[in-house]
Antibody, heavy 111, light 110 residues
Framework: EVQVVESGGALVQPGGSLRLSCVVS????????MNWVRQAPGKGPEWVAN????????YYVDSVKGRFTISRDNAKNSLFLQMNSLRAEDTAVYYC?????WGQGTLVTVS | QSVLTQPPSVSAAPGQKITISCSGR????????VAWYQQVPGTAPKILIN???KRPSGIPDRFSASKSGASATLGIAGLQTGDEADYYC???????????FGPGTTVTVL
């Protein structure tokens, strides 16, 4: 069974930084593109970023370009999201998402 | 405004079949795989369908999906109260180089 566990969410002031982590078990993530998806309160999901299997390609939604960096450590079956210059509109539950499944999310509040 | 279009809501009685449409463009649905997600209020989204019409293990065969051109459809047969949720379609957009979600469809079992 695939398990996806995110961590690192917190309350942070505008302009601050956070690093989200995601650990996947039950499947080898080297096979998959990995994504971060966020969902603001009362809104639908919004894709944030993704990274190719070997880390050679990354893509971001325009609103986070230059502020967020996605990375992965395949040896540790892990995914990361470094978030800098955080804004109030970044407040959301952040999900680690891939073809095998999604995690339960970690809450980031910028206030 | 979403790149993908879904009806805001669909409702039906238990046991009936419903369909949810998802309309897009040549750069997303027509060109790339479509996925469908179910989100029960207060929980994380769950993948119902991958690759246009493939159910991951554990997803009942009451859930089906298809794609034609720049449109996709999710079907739910034998509707159950536990199917009350928000349903989202999603696809990679090759012009935007982003993954796009539909606005979601709320399913109500009458």
């Amino acid at each position: 069974e695939v398990q996806v566990v995110e961590s690192g969410g917190a309350l942070v002031q505008p302009g601050g930084s956070l690093r989200l982590s995601c650990v996947v078990s039950g499947v080898n993530i080297t096979t998959y593109w990995m994504n971060w998806v966020r969902q603001a309160p009362g809104k639908g999901p919004e894709w944030v970023a993704n990274i190719k299997q070997d880390g050679s390609e990354t893509y971001y939604v325009d609103s986070v370009k230059g502020r967020f960096t996605i990375s992965r450590d395949n040896a540790k079956n892990s995914l990361f999201l470094q978030m800098n210059s955080l804004r109030a509109e970044d407040t959301a539950v952040y999900y680690c998402a891939s073809r095998p499944g999604w995690g339960q999310g970690t809450l980031v509040t910028v206030s | 405004q979403s790149v993908l279009t879904q009806p805001p809501s669909v409702s039906a009685a238990p046991g009936q079949k419903i369909t949810i449409s998802c309309s897009g463009r040549s750069s997303n649905i027509e060109k790339n795989y479509v996925a469908w997600y179910q989100q029960v209020p207060g929980t994380a989204p769950k993948i119902l369908i991958n690759d246009n019409d493939k159910r991951p293990s554990g997803i009942p065969d009451r859930f089906s999906a298809s794609k034609s051109g720049a449109s996709a459809t999710l079907g739910i047969a034998g509707l159950q109260t536990g199917d009350e949720a928000d349903y989202y379609c999603g696809a990679w957009d090759s012009s935007l180089n982003t993954y796009v979600f539909g606005p979601g469809t709320t399913v109500t079992v009458l």
